[in-house]
């Protein structure tokens, strides 16, 4: 049975509150990313480069140069935490890969959430038919790690990760900016070669 839009906008905080990555909070996320995951994120300058160059033989490299600083594989900045709160999030899609034409989608900006949760950084995009859900986790001075789950369509609750290999999400979260960050992640399993979630925060 579908929900209707109305009811399942009420049913989003049981959404935010899911627990996606079950793990202690002391625990370092290559103990929990799966192989193919680390995997993923191992080829990470791979897929930076391979999604910008063919979105840009394809005929699009006005939008990469418009993007600036946020198509940049190495604009890492110190501080990559985005702080709790609720963000402008939006979503852009690099390369194919099959090759086909649509190698450079940009989405109107959605509702997303980061909160801490026992000792941890939970993010969740709220609103949209794609909404990864997951927790951050410390690597380095200039990125976190993210690992969660993709939710689908009017689902109200996210898979557990692990449970769904073409759900698992693998991305790096960076400060590119004072009150700017994104998400990159390296060879998703549907649509693209690289997705990009670029992160504001939200206006009141």
Request: proline share 8%; glycine share 10%; with cysteine.
């Amino acid at each position: 049975m579908r929900i209707p839009f109305a009811a399942w906008l009420l049913l989003l905080p049981a959404i935010a509150a899911a627990q996606v990555v079950e793990a202690p909070a002391d625990a370092p996320w290559r103990g929990i990313a799966t192989e193919d995951d680390r995997g993923r994120l191992r080829n990470w300058r791979d897929a930076w480069i391979e999604a910008l160059t063919q979105v840009r033989a394809g005929g699009n490299a006005g939008e990469i140069e418009r993007g600036g600083v946020l198509f940049e594989p190495d604009a890492a900045l110190a501080d990559p935490a985005p702080p709790p709160g609720d963000y402008d999030c939006r979503t852009i899609k690099l390369g194919t890969p099959q090759g086909d034409p649509l190698d450079f989608v940009a989405y109107s900006a959605f509702h997303c959430r980061v909160r801490s949760e026992g000792g941890r950084l939970v993010f969740t995009k709220l609103t949209g038919s794609q909404r990864p859900a997951g927790t951050l986790f410390p690597d380095n001075g200039r990125r976190m790690i993210f690992l969660g789950t993709l939710v689908l369509g009017d689902e109200t609750r996210a898979l557990r990760y692990g449970r769904d290999r073409e759900r698992n999400l693998i991305g790096a979260v960076e400060r590119i900016g004072p009150r700017r960050w994104r998400i990159a992640f390296p060879y998703p399993h549907h649509e693209s070669l690289l997705d990009v979630i670029e992160l504001t925060p939200r206006r009141r």
